[in-house]
């Protein structure tokens, strides 16, 4: 158990977790905070990481302020694809950037369309929104390098309205709309820059409610104009 009750600031170098859950004890990120720190996490040019086999779940007390251009990055056993969920809020100026690596999926449940105006580059493996509504990944621009991004809402019902600022798909990228069976689902963009041989899947598969179309179960929707780069 670690009983640390201070905050981290990640200036360089990589910090390593493990599950915020420790078999029931003390977290062995810390203490509990108890109430929501928005920079329980100051990422000042490190690198969060993890490679632990299965699910990393963090409390969503602890909040991540990004104040220069940082890294995530989620790896794990080939045979089981590690998620880090992150369920605490996300601060940053547009200025930063974000950069998730690893073959691992970065999940964020939490709505940070009024806190983060930065930015987001995909390398390598998954970012997803999993947030019930809302800018998951605030109001900058995603940019995907071969890599995925997927919006799968947490809500069982009803009508989900997300969000991101702009979204560039290169070469090999692949952005997923997979909803659940009674959701009807919209995702909204600035602008949409995809690379020729990148993918939008919009994902019938994952259930379609009865007598309703593709077109209005689920629906990327770019207001600002659709560029396809060869």
């Given amino acids: ?34 109430t929501p720190v928005p920079d329980y996490f100051t990422m000042a040019g490190g690198t969060m990481a993890t490679s632990a086999a299965g699910s990393m779940v963090m ?32 601060t940053g100026a547009s200025n930063v950037t974000m950069t998730k690596d690893g073959i691992g999926i970065f999940a964020v449940f939490s709505d940070n369309a009024e806190t983060y105006q930065g930015n987001w580059k995909v390398d390598s493996g998954s970012l997803r929104a999993n947030a ?8 900058g621009t995603i940019t995907l390098n071969g890599a995925a991004l997927s919006f799968t809402p947490s809500n069982a019902f009803g009508t989900v309205n997300m969000a991101v600022g702009s979204l560039v798909a290169n070469e ?29 899947l919009i994902q019938a598969s994952n259930g379609i409610q009865a007598g309703v179309g593709l077109g209005s179960a689920e629906r990327l929707l770019v207001t600002g104009g659709v560029t396809t780069v060869n």
């Fill in 1 to 34: 158990p670690n009983d640390f009750a201070g905050k981290y600031v990640l200036a360089g170098g990589v910090l390593a977790l493990r599950n915020d859950n420790n078999d029931g004890l003390t977290s062995r990120i810390g203490a509990d905070p108890g």
């Fill in 59 to 90: 409390d969503s007390d602890r909040g991540m302020t990004v104040t220069a251009n940082s890294g995530i990055r989620v790896n794990g056993p080939t045979s089981t694809q590690t998620v880090m969920s992150f369920n605490g809020t996300i």
């Fill in 132 to 139: 019930p509504s809302g800018a998951p990944f605030g109001t």
């Fill in 172 to 200: 090999g990228s692949i952005v997923n709309l997979a909803k659940g069976d009674g959701v009807f689902m919209d995702v909204t963009a600035g602008t949409l820059v995809r690379g020729a041989r990148s993918t939008i």
